[in-house]
């Protein structure tokens, strides 16, 4: 019965987990695309890059999210309240926080883009490649709303890992790969604007693992 509860405690969460990265990117990529068009700035997205976005950068974490492992203490917790709904908790929150912080992230390399001088096609692929490697990242922040990544350990759910290696390797190819570039209409970066857009994906991790610190010693003062 004990591994039974935990089992479904561990299937319930993961669900969570999934449907929380599914929409916070879908949010992200809403924010990007209306704040960009509202400021008349164009549209930072193609739309093959968009439907790459969601099947692609989206679809093979979301699934990898539903073989996460019982985390270490998921039987301590007190029995839910089975009326709640799916977004108790603060996730409904967090969908919209997180999800804003995507899609401002890739809107200002955009905006900065343009402001550099760059094509639109240009403009453009740095939307794109900021957009799906902090989507990415994030992936990796939903595993657990309270633990780290670093506690959890990397490497702890190899089917993420996976996924995320297929998805960052397909992304980047149709960066690199000519005629694939033509098919996605992206184009080559350069050195400066790779390190750019790699920094700003890199944002979501450390501000999740920030809040992630607060529910931490919040729960620690309610214990």
Known sequence: IV???EEGRTIYKNIRGAIQYLLSCNVGEVTAIFTSLLLGLGSPLSAIQILWLNLVTDGPPALALGLE???????NRPPRNPKESIFAGGMGVAIIWQGLIIGLLSLTAYAIALAWGRTQQEAQTMTFVTMALSQLVHSLNVRSREQSLFTLGIGSNRSLIYALLISLAATLMIVFVPFLRILFDTAMLRPSDW???LGLSLIPLFVVELNKVYLRYRQSKNA
């Open 3 to 5: 591994r039974a509860v």
């Open 69 to 75: 492992p019982p985390h270490k203490g998921i039987m």
């Open 195 to 197: 390190s750019f857009v």
